[in-house]
């Protein structure tokens, strides 16, 4: 568990151990991707020594701020080779770390800094190479309902799109 009134930021913690130890694969599901700049550097050192980093999250949300605030950390994911992912079939509300073949964690926590600082959270972790797999199959299905955001595609947004997102980057820590 997690929240506001423990010592330690626990989920933050979990977290960033988990993906500083993969060494084959990081799939995340998250409706909100606003990580703290450890997190994204500990997800772009994975990526950058070759360990397979996904991120899928939904293209359309319910909360046009914090849609925008989560896309602004898009280019510099991409930029470090993770390969991002927008859900299609509507709002993606999974939360779910899958590490390599034997690690994964599922609960209540986003990937974001209200869900690590002040909401109270929980989340399993699953040490189980089996439900670890069943887990990554279910991924896998998601990522057929999804569209790969390339580099490319991302730079050509529309300027208003990318105004909106340096904006509400700025809030990111208090969304």
């Known amino acids: 568990t997690g929240g506001p009134t423990t010592q330690w930021m626990n989920m ?3 977290f960033q151990q988990a993906i500083s130890r993969a060494r084959k694969c990081i799939y995340i599901q998250t409706p909100y991707f606003i990580p703290s700049e450890g997190l994204v ?30 896309n602004s950390y898009i280019q510099e994911c ?5 390969k991002v992912y927008f859900y299609e079939k509507g709002m993606l509300h999974s939360k ?3 590490i390599d073949d ?8 986003n990937f974001d800094f209200r869900s690590f600082e002040h909401n109270f959270e929980a989340n399993m972790l699953i040490y189980s190479h089996d439900f670890n797999a069943r887990l990554k199959s279910l991924f896998m299905r998601d990522l ?18 990318k105004a909106l997102e340096s904006v509400m980057r700025l809030f990111s820590p208090i969304l």
């Open 78 to 82: 991409l930029r470090a080779g993770i």
């Open 12 to 14: 933050t913690l979990v």
């Open 144 to 161: 057929r309902g999804c569209s790969r955001v390339t580099s490319g595609s991302w730079r050509h947004r529309p300027f208003m799109e």
């Open 41 to 70: 550097q500990a997800l772009q050192a994975a990526a950058l020594s070759k360990v397979d980093v996904r991120l899928m999250i939904p293209r359309r949300s319910d909360s046009d701020m914090l849609r925008w605030a989560s």
């Open 96 to 98: 779910a770390i899958i």
């Open 102 to 109: 034997d690690f994964c964690t599922v609960g209540s926590t």
